[in-house]
């Protein structure tokens, strides 16, 4: 399973932000902000970016994906 797939079957997504966007979506809200928040294909954004709900585990594999490719780049120097 992917990262995209493990944020949007996360327990964690009953959080405040998600609650909201799924709200305004639910009363018809397309975009809040100027397209600051939306969903997207089961996915909540934030200015064109992944919100990864509070779950400490996505949280360290986000981190670990992205700081483990940028090591193996550039060999840990």
Same mark, same amino acid.
């Given at each position: 399973?992917?990262?995209?797939?493990?944020?949007?079957?996360?327990?964690?997504?009953?959080? %405040? @932000?998600?609650?909201?966007?799924? +709200?305004?979506?639910? *009363?018809? #809200?397309?975009? !809040?902000?100027?397209?600051?928040?939306?969903?997207?294909?089961?996915?909540?954004?934030?200015?064109? %970016? @992944?919100?990864?709900?509070?779950? +400490?585990?996505?949280? *360290?594999? #986000?981190?670990? !994906?992205?700081?483990?490719?940028?090591?193996?780049?550039?060999?840990?120097?």
């Amino acid at each position: 399973m992917d990262i995209l797939d493990r944020i949007r079957k996360s327990k964690a997504r009953n959080d %405040k @932000v998600t609650k909201v966007v799924k +709200e305004m979506k639910q *009363a018809g #809200v397309k975009v !809040l902000r100027d397209k600051e928040w939306k969903e997207s294909i089961e996915l909540i954004l934030k200015e064109e %970016k @992944v919100y990864v709900p509070n779950d +400490e585990r996505l949280w *360290a594999k #986000v981190i670990s !994906l992205h700081h483990d490719t940028s090591v193996r780049e550039h060999g840990g120097q």
